[in-house]
Nanobody, 131 residues
Framework: QVQLVDAGGGLVQAGGCLKLSCAAS????????MGWFRQAPGKEREFERE????????????YYADSVKGRFTISKDNAKNTVYLQMYSLTPEDTAVYYC????????????????????WGQGTQVTVSS
């Protein structure tokens, strides 16, 4: 049974940085897409889970939400079935539970922002940015 284990969250001051990781375990995963969504305080309903970034595990192409472009970088290590989210210049608006997401479907760039396109989810890691 494939599981996604996300980690690396914590408390950081505004302007600081954090690096999240997401590792797929439980066998050969072969994901085509791995990425991150986040859910801010007061937005606990599933449809309020917001796309952050995704990476194509085959060709390395990346996609970002406008709100994080230029501040966040997603990267991958195929040998470890792991992706990373390096976050810089964090603001209180970035405070959220960050969820790793993945699927094995054919990569469709037009679907990457749709949470329903993903089949696997991590348990979430809390990121809190203080002002």
């Amino acid at each position: 049974q494939v599981q996604l284990v996300d980690a690396g969250g914590g408390l950081v001051q505004a302007g600081g940085c954090l690096k999240l990781s997401c590792a797929a375990s439980g066998g050969t995963f072969g994901a085509n897409a791995m990425g991150w969504f986040r859910q801010a305080p007061g937005k606990e309903r599933e449809f309020e889970r917001e796309f952050v970034a995704v990476i194509n595990m085959s060709d390395g192409s990346t996609y970002y939400a406008d709100s994080v472009k230029g501040r966040f970088t997603i990267s991958k290590d195929n040998a470890k079935n792991t992706v990373y989210l390096q976050m810089y210049s964090l603001t209180p608006e970035d405070t959220a539970v960050y969820y790793c997401a993945a699927n094995r479907k054919t990569f469709l760039s037009g679907r990457v922002g749709n949470r329903n396109w993903y089949d696997y989810w991590g348990q979430g890691t809390q990121v809190t940015v203080s002002s």
